[in-house]
C-alpha cells in the first residue's frame, strides 16, 4: 500500500455549555457534538519526507493556514510515527471544505484523517484507543473528529459518552467571510459574563431527549451555544445571519461552537434548499452548504 484516502467530518454543537475558566486557562464545557456530511478528505501517501498541502476542492492552495508542524495534520503524523517507531515519511494532501477557523473543528478533522491515514499506511498495529488517546493530546475536539456520529463531550469536549439518537438531520451551513480565533470568542464570552458565578456546565435535557426521540422541531427549540453572545459580539453581522435562517422557517439555528459558521436544522433536505436559497440571496455569508448528521468519524474510504 504506497497511500491512503480518508475522509473526516465537519462537527457541530447542538448544545454547547461552557464553565468558568479553569487555572490553566481552559473552560470545562459539556456539548453535544453531532458530525455532519461536510467533510476534509486527506490523502497520505510513502515519501521520502514530511510535507503537507492543503487546497480547496477547486485545486486552490490554502495558503493562509499553516504547514508547519503546527499544522494539526502534521502534528497527528509525527506524534503517530513517534507512538508506532517510526519514521514520518508521508505526503499528506488535504482538500478542504471545512471552512478554516468556522468553529466546525477543521483542524481537529484533518489531524483525525491523519491519524486513520498514517496508522493504515504504516500498518502500526495500534488499538482505537490507543489512537483516541493520540487524538485527546492533539486537541478537545479530535476525539470525537475520530468516533463522529453524536456524542456528549465533557471536560474540555475531549471526553466522550455515546449518546442514544435516532433520526437523520438536515442542516444548512452558513459560511462567513474570515474565522474567528476560538480563544478570542472564549475571552469575549469571559468579559460579556463580567466576573459572575458560572454554574457547571450542563447539555439541557429537553435536548437531550430531542435525540432520544429524533425529534427535529425538539431538537431545533433546544439548540443552544453558550458562545453565541460571545461571536455575535466580535461579529455583529451574525445577527442578520441567524435573523434570514429563522424568517426562512428554520426549525432552529446556532453558532457553530466559536463561530463564525452558523448552522440551521431544516425540516427536509428540500426545505433546506429554501433556507439556502434564502441565505444566499441576502448576502450575509461567503457561501452556503447543504449537510446531513449524523455521520461517521474519520474513516477510510480508498488506498491505492
Ligand atoms: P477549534 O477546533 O479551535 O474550534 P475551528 O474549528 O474554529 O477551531 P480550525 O479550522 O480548526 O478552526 O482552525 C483553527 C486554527 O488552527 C486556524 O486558524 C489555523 O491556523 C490552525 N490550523 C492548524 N491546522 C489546521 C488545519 N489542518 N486546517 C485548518 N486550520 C488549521
Given amino acids: 500500500m504506497t497511500s491512503v484516502t480518508v475522509r473526516a467530518p465537519a462537527k457541530i454543537n447542538l448544545g454547547l455549555s461552557v464553565g468558568g475558566p479553569r487555572a490553566d486557562g481552559f473552560h470545562d464545557v459539556a456539548t453535544a457534538y453531532h458530525a455532519i ?12 519526507e514530511l510535507s503537507i498541502a492543503l487546497t480547496t476542492a477547486d ?14 495534520a502534521v502534528a497527528a503524523a509525527l506524534a503517530l510515527a513517534e507512538r508506532a517507531g517510526v519514521e514520518p515519511l508521508v505526503r499528506l494532501h488535504v482538500t478542504k471544505s471545512i471552512p478554516v477557523a468556522g468553529g466546525m473543528a477543521g483542524g481537529s478533522a484533518d489531524a483525525a484523517a491523519a491519524l486513520v491515514a498514517c496508522d493504515a499506511l504504516w500498518q502500526t498495529g495500534l488499538s482505537r484507543s490507543e489512537l483516541a488517546e493520540l487524538a485527546a493530546a492533539l486537541g ?12 456528549l463531550g465533557t471536560g474540555r469536549g475531549e471526553v466522550l459518552t455515546p449518546v442514544l439518537a435516532r433520526g437523520r438531520f438536515h442542516w444548512v451551513v452558513a459560511i462567513a467571510d474570515g474565522g474567528l480565533s476560538t480563544p478570542d470568542v472564549y475571552a469575549e464570552c469571559d468579559r460579556l459574563r463580567g ?27 433546544s439548540l443552544h451555544n453558550d458562545l453565541q453572545a460571545a461571536a455575535c459580539s466580535l461579529r455583529p453581522s451574525l445577527r442578520e445571519t441567524l435573523e434570514t435562517g429563522a424568517q426562512a422557517g428554520a426549525l432552529g439555528s446556532l453558532v ?49
Fill in 37 to 48: 456530511s461536510l467533510q476534509d478528505e486527506l490523502v497520505a501517501a510513502a515519501s521520502e
Fill in 256 to 304: 457553530s461552537g466559536s463561530g463564525p459558521s452558523v448552522v440551521f436544522l431544516a425540516r427536509s433536505p428540500e426545505h433546506a434548499i429554501d433556507i439556502a436559497v434564502a441565505l444566499s440571496a441576502t448576502g450575509t455569508c461567503r457561501s452556503v452548504r447543504r449537510a446531513h448528521g449524523p455521520v461517521a468519524g474519520a474513516r477510510v474510504v480508498g488506498d491505492g
Fill in 59 to 72: 485545486g486552490i492552495p490554502l495558503d493562509d493556514v499553516p504547514q508547519d508542524r503546527s499544522n494539526l
Fill in 140 to 151: 478537545s475536539d479530535v476525539p470525537f473528529s475520530l468516533v463522529g456520529g453524536t456524542a
Fill in 195 to 221: 466576573g459572575t458565578p458560572v454554574p457547571e456546565p450542563r447539555v439541557a435535557d429537553a435536548l437531550m431527549a430531542a435525540l432520544r426521540t429524533g425529534d427535529a422541531d425538539a431538537l431545533g427549540a
